[in-house]
């Protein structure tokens, strides 16, 4: 079965403390593996696709890694604006159609 | 300004009544997607629609209805046989490459 974990559920860092969220993926015919950040009461916002393994995407504080299995987004130095839910999401096919498979998420709490 | 909009930002449904949410995207994508998302746990698709006129259940289906009359909109009906609708919907678009989404709708039930 199609499956995405993300950990830790939560996390709480000290600014400027440098760490890693870790999405773990078992998806049949990947096609692309997706970062979010969701900020309470709004919609995910797109940060990252990833397609093969080895393949590295950075935005301002955000790095974005991917292996046949994992996914990782190094963090760092973060500043308290940082602080979200992260998603991480992977595409795969549901019969002839495409399809994503979202993992719950990781709430990112930076301190100041 | 492209993007995606979802209105009304908050909805209040009484018990045995039909509600309608609005999705409106100008990115003139072809695929559109509703979600519905409840504290603790990832997205879970409800309806999604590749093409115009058509659409698929996804894997929450009951209890809603989609229509897909317009490529531009996909609006997700909340019908009295879903009992458990409390939730924040969101509504995506988009297709191989990602999706995007809209801002939610929260839907409340009196």
């Known amino acids: 079965e199609d499956q995405v974990t993300q950990s830790p559920e939560a996390l709480r860092l000290q600014e400027g403390e440098s760490s890693s969220l870790n999405c773990s993926y078992t998806?049949?015919?990947?096609?692309?593996l997706f970062w979010y950040r969701q900020d309470p009461g709004k919609g995910p916002e797109f940060l990252f696709t990833?397609?093969?393994a080895g393949e590295e995407k950075e935005k301002e504080r955000l790095k974005a890694t991917l292996t046949k299995k994992e996914s990782f987004l190094h963090i760092t130095a973060p500043k308290p604006e940082d602080s979200a839910t992260y998603l991480c999401?992977?595409?795969?096919?549901?019969?002839?159609?495409?399809?994503?498979?979202f993992g719950k998420g990781t709430r990112l709490h930076i301190l100041p | 300004d492209g993007g995606i909009t979802q209105s009304p930002k908050y909805l209040f449904r009484k018990e045995g009544q039909n509600v309608t949410l609005s999705c409106e995207q100008n990115?003139?994508?072809?695929?559109m997607y509703w979600y519905r998302q409840d504290p603790g746990q990832g997205l879970r698709l409800i309806y999604y629609?590749?093409?115009?006129?058509?659409?698929q259940k996804g894997d929450i289906a009951e209890g809603y209805s989609v229509s897909r009359e317009k490529k531009e909109s996909f609006p997700l009906t909340v019908t009295s046989a879903q009992k458990n609708p409390t939730a924040f919907y969101l509504c995506?678009?988009?297709?191989?490459?990602?999706?995007?989404f809209g801002p939610g709708t929260r839907l409340l039930v009196l």
């Open positions: 629609s590749q093409i115009v006129n058509d659409f």
């Open positions: 995506a678009s988009g297709g191989r490459e990602t999706q995007y």
């Open positions: 990833l397609y093969s």
């Open positions: 990115l003139n994508h072809d695929a």
């Open positions: 999401a992977a595409g795969g096919t549901r019969g002839r159609d495409d399809k994503i498979i």
């Open positions: 998806v049949s015919g990947l096609r692309g």
